[in-house]
């Protein structure tokens, strides 16, 4: 995701966000089902555009002089807005990540020291530790590809070969994966989200998806990781 710093604010812009298909059917739907009005402006000239105003309950929407109360959301644009919440890192770049292994969790810190997430993690084993110390977030990868390789794990047949895993939720690293600066070691999430709370890894962090998704929106490259015991 790219960041665009604009004066007061910031852009997070995210190509292909959704695919081609995507877009094109949620462009017939909104076309079909929004409430579209011509409105007219204060010097009563038609405005060349159609629109139609969605929000929360409560706001107000002004534009021209003129106050709009927003309709209720349809299930579209509802599903819309949940995804790109989801996907915007609205704390990126202010918190920490502080991973207990005799817990078993991780928590994130805003900058005033505050927890503002908690969750159950599975954090190395006794043949694989997990890293102790102090360490930087250096990527996050959405829908990650998987490189087997038998020569990084102890417990590998050596007679297996390399394979590469397609993205998916089934892949071993999950939906998204964080790596750090230790080479190989990182947070991500796990297809096996009954196994989360257990020192059963191979010396990585893993959560279930959705609470890595939920992580992976709060950091950027950089990010403060503690390891402790």
Known sequence: METIAIPGAEIYYEKNFLSAEEAATLFDALQAKCAW???RSSFKY???RDEAYYGDPGTRHT????????LAWIPELLSLKARVEDATPTHAGAVKIVVSKKASVLRVYDREGQIIFYAPVTSGSEHDPLPFGNWVITDVVRKPTY???PDLFWDADPANAKVKIAAGPNNPVGVVWMGINVPHYGIHGTPSAGEIGHSASHGCVRMTNWDATRVA?????????????
């Open 217 to 229: 929106n709060l950091v950027r490259d950089g990010t403060p990781v503690v390891f402790e015991e």
């Open 147 to 149: 490189n087997y390789n």
């Open 63 to 70: 534009y021209s002089r003129r106050e709009y109360r927003p």
């Open 37 to 39: 009005e011509r409105r």
């Open 46 to 48: 038609a405005v060349p």
